[in-house]
Nanobody, 120 residues
Framework: QVQLVESGGGLVQAGGSLRLSCAAS????????MGWYRQAPGRQRALIAA???????NYAVSVKGRATISRDNAKNTVYLQMDNLKPEDTAVYYC??????????????WGQGTPVTVSS
């Protein structure tokens, strides 16, 4: 299991953009999928974007059309580009590995996350 460190968060005005990075301590090449999650104050952490080892992507309705997840296996890094940010995107953003065990997606250990605050 790799260790993950998120970065790139900050304070941004509504309509702005951020690029979040998730650096892994080891190879992500063979990991089934990598995901970006977020947890807003008072709410549960939720998956918002995922990318499989083959490059297939999937997005939550809340970010579809505004988010782009990508991975650079050579750098063991996963990115999340967020555009047209809205105040409701304010949250702590986390990445994690997703391994399918007996058909069940299973997440690894959580990192510290990177906070994003969108001002109106």
């Amino acid at each position: 299991q790799v260790q993950l460190v998120e970065s790139g968060g900050g304070l941004v005005q509504a309509g702005g953009s951020l690029r979040l990075s998730c650096a892994a301590s080891g190879s992500i090449f063979s990991i089934d999928a990598m995901g970006w999650y977020r947890q807003a104050p008072g709410r549960q952490r939720a998956l918002i974007a995922a990318i499989t080892s083959s490059g297939r992507t999937n997005y939550a309705v809340s970010v579809k059309g505004r988010a782009t997840i990508s991975r650079d296996n050579a750098k063991n890094t996963v990115y999340l580009q967020m555009d047209n940010l809205k105040p409701e995107d304010t949250a702590v953003y986390y990445c994690n590995q997703i391994t399918v065990v007996n058909g069940i997606p299973t997440e690894g250990s959580w990192g510290q996350g990177t906070p994003v605050t969108v001002s109106s």
